[in-house]
Each structure stands twice: as structure tokens, then as C-alpha cells.
């Protein structure tokens, strides 16, 4: 198991899709670090809403405003797209024939693969972090902050955030955004069993997550949007804007395990009963 996994790393790390991701999470967070440095320098003062208000402050709160802007769209593409082609491309390919040829079983086959792009997606949420992490730094220092009340007439003031509790932190919201890809990757792992298309897998797994954050802003629908993928992906940033950990990251994490018991399930199922013909 360990020298399979360590097979699909080399052929993943090797990959130039895989340098063109790593140089694009380089390049847009340290685009977004000179973009708030340089409207905090403007006149006027105005340094956005929320986390961008706060992130001049600080860089260490820089991090956290990166990963709000890029965790909603970019790294979810990204995230699809690795888990999409995890199975589907050497089917396009023409490699999943001789990959089974060899004395390992579909399942074990599978769980390697979907562990190395799981890496992979983790990977990418960490080098948005540090990217930012390294620039923020360097543009505003690491101090600790003080937030102030954010309601006027509030009977709660403001609190400060050390540069311990912020580095702890910062270290959860990164590990709470990657683990929220999780039912992405449990999604993009079935779809890809089910088509040798890349492209149609990764489009059906990023449309999952499409739909579910239009879904979701419809209030409308009740409890109902408790159940998408997307709904609780913002949980973690009252650490940062109100100083509490939301009893949402917990039904967050619970989601994300929930779409990954149901669909890495039944990608293993359909993976072992598919007829490989690529």
C-alpha cells in the first residue's frame, strides 16, 4: 500500500498541472497581500469589510482574509479538479487497464489514489496559508490585535488576539477549510469511477458545489441547506470576527464525514464491479 501510494505521489507531483496549481496559489494570495497593503496605504482608510478590515492590522490575520476569498471558489476548482481526474484520467489515458494489471486490488487502487489527491488537496489549502502567512508578515509585522466591537450600542466591547492565539488559530481555520473539501473529494472520487471524461467528472463535482452555494443562499429552503457540502465551509472565521469557536465547525465536520461514508462507499462498489475497457 505504501509503495502504491508512494507511486501516485510521483506521478502527481510530476504532472505539469501540478506546477502550474503551485504557482498559481503563490502567485494570487501574494497578488491579494500587495492589493490590501496597498488599500490600506490609499486615502481615506477604507480597508474593506470583515477580515480584509482587520488583516492591516496584523499579518497574521492576513492568512485568514486570503483564505476567505479563495476558499470559496478558486481552491474548490482546484480541489475538483484533482479529485476528478483521480480515476477518469488514466482511464482517458488509456493507463487504468495497465495499472490493474498489476498484483494490487481495484479497492486498494482506489484508497491510494484518493488519499494522494486528498494530500494534494491539503497541500493547496496550506500554500495558500504560509504564501500569505510569509507576505502578510512582511508587510505589516506579526503583532498581536485588539478587535473592536463590531455593534454600535453593544454591551460587549472589543478583545485582543495574541500572536499565539492567532498562529493557533490561523493553524485550525487551514485545517478546517481543507477537511471542508472533503465531501468534494468523496464526490469527484464516485463521479470519476462512473465516467472515463475527466472533464465530465470535474465539471460534475465542481457543479455539485456550484449548486449547493446558490441553494444555500436560499434561505427559503429551511433546515433543508443544513445538509449541503458548502454550508458550513465559513464556520470558522467568527474565531477571528467574534472571538468564539461556532458550535457550526462541529456540524460542519460531521457533513463532511457523512458525504464521505456515502460516496467513497459507493465509488469503492461501482469501481469494483465497472468493466475497465481503457
Known amino acids: ?64 482574509a486570503v483564505l476567505e476569498a479563495m476558499s ?38 482506489l484508497v491510494a489514489k484518493a488519499f494522494v489527491a486528498g494530500t494534494l488537496i491539503w497541500g493547496c489549502t496550506i500554500l495558500v496559508t504560509v504564501t500569505a502567512l510569509v507576505g502578510g508578515v512582511l508587510f505589516f509585522g506579526a503583532h498581536p490585535i485588539t478587535v473592536p466591537g463590531l455593534a454600535i450600542g453593544s454591551l460587549f466591547g472589543g478583545f485582543h488576539l495574541t500572536v499565539t492565539t492567532l498562529l493557533e ?13 472533503s465531501a468534494l473529494l468523496a464526490l469527484g472520487t464516485f463521479f470519476s469511477t462512473v465516467t472515463d471524461v475527466p472533464a465530465g467528472a470535474i465539471g460534475a463535482t465542481i457543479g455539485v458545489y456550484v449548486v449547493s452555494e446558490i441553494l444555500d443562499g436560499i434561505t427559503q429552503l429551511g433546515v433543508i441547506r443544513y445538509g449541503f457540502p458548502t454550508h458550513y465551509l465559513a464556520a470558522w472565521e467568527p474565531m477571528f470576527t467574534q472571538n468564539r469557536f461556532p458550535h457550526d465547525m462541529l456540524a460542519g465536520v460531521a457533513v463532511q464525514l457523512a458525504y464521505v461514508a456515502v460516496f467513497l462507499s459507493a465509488a469503492l462498489v461501482w469501481f469494483n464491479r465497472k468493466d475497465i475497457r481503457s
Open 169 to 181: 488559530r490561523l493553524a485550525i481555520a487551514t485545517a478546517y477549510v481543507a477537511f471542508g473539501y
Open 1 to 64: 500500500m505504501i509503495s502504491l501510494v508512494r507511486t501516485e505521489f510521483a506521478k502527481a507531483l510530476r504532472r505539469g498541472r501540478t506546477l502550474a496549481i503551485g504557482l498559481a496559489l503563490v502567485g494570487l494570495p501574494s497578488l491579494i497581500v500587495f492589493a490590501i497593503h496597498a488599500r490600506g496605504n490609499g486615502r481615506g482608510g477604507d480597508n474593506g469589510e470583515g477580515l480584509f478590515r482587520l488583516a492591516h492590522q496584523s499579518g497574521l490575520l492576513v492568512p485568514a
Open 72 to 109: 470559496a471558489f478558486l481552491l474548490i476548482v482546484i480541489a475538483g479538479s484533482i479529485a476528478g481526474d483521480i480515476i477518469a484520467g488514466d482511464a482517458a489515458s488509456g493507463n487504468l487497464r495497465y495499472l490493474l494489471m498489476r498484483p494490487v486490488r481495484r479497492g486498494r487502487l
